[in-house]
């Protein structure tokens, strides 16, 4: 991916901590979500612009949050309301695709993807997931003890 960026003369940033908290995700459909986001924003944007993704952890909330961020060509309004909708695209070449599985990807994981534009200004694309939190297993309030019946000896 980088390489890519590198090759077309545009910035790839990335903020966000070392560790994160775990979310309870198939990795393989959520690095689909991810490629699709920064391709989209790289079609987006001209030479020396920047995509910029970050992440923000909410612990009232149990989510974190993971923002793609560019400063391409940006998106009207309409475009913002169809960007999810099957087969819709505002490109040349591709299938309309990417951000409808996207879509449904993330919603499958419990999260939500939303998307804020401005056209001239750039895009936000923001996928939200929440916190895997194990259960602590359950512990009987008193100890099992097995029933035996004391054999009498005659």
Same mark, same amino acid.
């Given at each position: 991916?980088?390489?890519?960026?590198?090759? #077309?003369?545009?910035?790839?940033?990335?903020?966000?901590?070392?560790?994160?908290?775990?979310?309870?995700?198939?990795?393989?459909?959520?690095?689909?979500?991810?490629?699709?986001?920064?391709?989209?924003?790289?079609?987006?944007?001209?030479?020396?612009?920047?995509?910029?993704?970050?992440? $923000?952890?909410?612990?009232?909330?149990?989510?974190?949050?993971?923002?793609?961020?560019?400063?391409?060509?940006?998106?009207?309004?309409?475009?913002?309301?169809?960007?999810?909708?099957?087969?819709?695209?505002? $490109?040349?070449?591709?299938?309309?695709?990417?951000?409808?599985?996207?879509?449904?990807?993330? #919603?499958?994981?419990?999260?939500?993807?939303?998307?804020?534009?401005?056209?001239? #200004?750039?895009?936000?694309?923001?996928?939200?997931?929440?916190?895997?939190?194990?259960?602590?297993?359950?512990?009987?309030?008193?100890?099992?003890?097995?029933?035996?019946? $004391?054999?009498?000896?005659?």
């Amino acid at each position: 991916m980088r390489s890519r960026f590198d090759f #077309e003369q545009k910035r790839l940033v990335r903020r966000y901590p070392k560790r994160l908290p775990s979310v309870w995700s198939d990795s393989d459909q959520l690095q689909q979500v991810f490629v699709n986001i920064a391709f989209n924003a790289l079609e987006a944007m001209r030479a020396g612009d920047t995509l910029t993704v970050s992440a $923000k952890i909410s612990r009232k909330d149990r989510t974190v949050t993971l923002r793609f961020t560019d400063d391409g060509k940006g998106m009207t309004a309409e475009e913002v309301q169809r960007a999810f909708d099957p087969f819709y695209t505002t $490109k040349e070449t591709g299938s309309g695709l990417g951000l409808a599985i996207s879509h449904s990807i993330v #919603e499958e994981h419990n999260g939500q993807i939303t998307i804020t534009s401005e056209p001239g #200004e750039g895009t936000t694309v923001s996928v939200i997931l929440p916190v895997y939190e194990p259960r602590e297993p359950r512990t009987p309030t008193a100890p099992l003890r097995p029933n035996r019946k $004391k054999q009498e000896t005659s």
